[in-house]
């Protein structure tokens, strides 16, 4: 299974409907939280190009945010992702 990398914030809704949606699904992941960090969530936001928390990456691919993973749930692609 490929590590699933999740960069949060304490005060993110969408941080955590995205930590729950995976918990759910008995998926493991490691959070990064960024909410003390605000050089480190700026330079993770300049390397993904993604602009708000979570920051969603399975292996070594951008997912998105919560939305992009609940709409891989969705579709039945998140577990290939996995794979």
């Keep these: 299974m490929k590590r699933i990398r999740i960069y949060t914030t304490t005060y ?38 993604w602009k708000t928390v979570p920051i969603i990456i399975i292996g070594e691919k951008l997912i998105g945010g919560y939305e992009q993973l609940k709409e891989l749930e969705r579709l039945g692609k998140l577990e290939e992702l996995l794979a």
């Design 12 to 49: 993110c809704p969408y941080c955590r409907a995205a930590k729950a949606l995976l918990e759910s699904k008995g998926i493991a992941y490691e959070e990064v939280d960024l909410t003390s960090d605000p050089e480190e969530k700026i330079r993770v936001m300049q390397k993904t190009g």
